[in-house]
């Protein structure tokens, strides 16, 4: 079982109850909700009959790997830079799924993970780098798992279901000493779009149709696809039928966020994930609340923009992260300031300067993605652990 030790952050007190103590702006992991999260994840694929790949892009964090491992059992994680994979390679994680286009660039450190025994699964959708891939494999004497991706909504990267390259490629790599061809994989980004649980489900039917459709014509050529992963949160939560798919790669889900609950995939009382944030001035003249989280503590996504509810740079929750509240949230962010406009049923007393706040974030992977690590807490418990995650590429 991977594991590591549990940090300490400098100067924070592990027997302190609160949060008063922890350095702002800073990154806060309810320990309660995130393991609520993984189990309901894990219970219904489970219960769809198919195998959980979860993707550690969200958390990049050696203790929610394991926690996850340890809750629900998986098939291996994925990954989306080269910099997590080798991140946990080193903690002992061994089935590792780099679901981003390969190229050549970066041959060199996904072989030198190939070498040191990792069972690395590498994604491509040209035959262009598969070609100089498996050149790459040949000259170095190693062999690797390869999948192709598939496109199911137009949303990004990945070959048409019905794309005959699918086949050329998928016969280079079957020929191949060098290679094992793994399966095929797809992403339903755009089901980010959707809104409800009927038409997340229905989204997720056309992930799986594209998916199942793009193996068949394989398997018509006589070519054995072992694997069959779907992506993304909101159709592995809502999915109603998975016949066909062997795996799942959600993400997001471990922490969720204000996109995930705009378009209906969680509950705002679902969120693991806010920043702690410190009140540092006051402008009556324009009704208006200073705190010290800004862009680069909160990111700068306004994903929930073109949602019905427009959230801002993250919606204002009371210290302890019972209470959100209504109609607050952070109307601009600069580097380092947050403001924060008051409607007209608050009064600037209420939130003095000095006091705590958290917020909620739009985009939880751009929000943790600014910070080293995670405070850990129970619900306004502070646990006095700190789980450090990996950034860069």
């Not at 059992?73 to 910099?83: A, E, H, W």
Request: aromatic fraction near 6%; charged fraction near 20%; proline fraction near 4%.
């Amino acid at each position: 079982m991977p594991t590591q030790a549990i940090a300490q952050m400098p100067g924070a007190d592990h027997h302190h109850a609160g949060l008063n103590h922890l350095a702002t702006p800073c990154l806060v992991l309810d320990r309660q909700r995130l393991d609520a999260n993984i189990e309901d994840m894990a219970q219904r694929l489970a219960a769809l009959g198919v195998a959980f790949r979860p993707h550690a892009k969200t958390h990049k964090c050696i203790e929610v790997a394991t926690r996850m491992e340890k809750a629900a059992g998986f098939s291996g994680l994925t990954v989306s830079t080269l910099r997590e994979a080798e991140f946990f390679a080193a903690a002992g994680f061994r089935d590792l799924l780099y679901g981003v286009s390969i190229s050549p660039d970066k041959f060199a450190r996904a072989s030198a993970l190939l070498a040191a025994g990792i069972k690395l699964t590498l994604v491509l959708d040209t035959e262009e780098v598969c070609e100089r891939l498996l050149n790459c494999l040949a000259d170095a004497k190693l062999r690797a798992r390869v999948m192709i991706e598939i496109d199911a909504d137009g949303h990004r990267a990945g070959l048409e279901p019905d794309d005959p390259t699918l086949l050329r490629i998928a016969t280079q790599l079957t020929a191949s000493p060098y290679s094992d061809f793994a399966g095929i994989m797809v992403h339903a980004g755009e089901s980010y779009g959707c809104y409800g649980a009927d038409a997340i489900a229905a989204h997720a039917e056309r992930e799986r149709a594209a998916a199942v459709a793009a193996a068949q014509m394989l398997r018509d050529a006589d070519i054995e696809v072992p694997v069959v992963s779907i992506g993304s949160t909101p159709t592995a939560r809502f999915a109603r039928d998975l016949s066909g798919i062997t795996e799942a790669r959600p993400g997001v889900f471990a922490f969720y966020d204000l996109v995930m609950a705009g378009i209906g995939a969680c509950d705002r009382n679902e969120i693991a994930l806010t920043v702690l944030t410190t009140v540092i001035s006051h402008k009556p003249s324009h009704r208006r609340l200073i705190i010290d989280a800004g862009g680069l503590a909160l990111s700068k996504d306004r994903g929930t923009a073109t949602q019905r509810e427009d959230c801002g740079f993250g919606l204002i929750v009371s210290s302890d992260g019972a209470r959100v509240y209504e109609g607050l949230c952070v109307n601009r962010a600069n580097q380092e300031h947050g403001i924060i406009e008051l409607p007209k049923h608050y009064e600037l007393e209420e939130f003095p300067i000095g006091s705590r706040l958290r917020v909620l974030p739009n985009h939880a992977c751009m929000t943790a993605a600014a910070h080293d690590g995670y405070q850990v807490v129970e619900g306004c418990e502070a646990t006095g652990e700190y789980w450090q995650r990996c950034n860069g590429w």
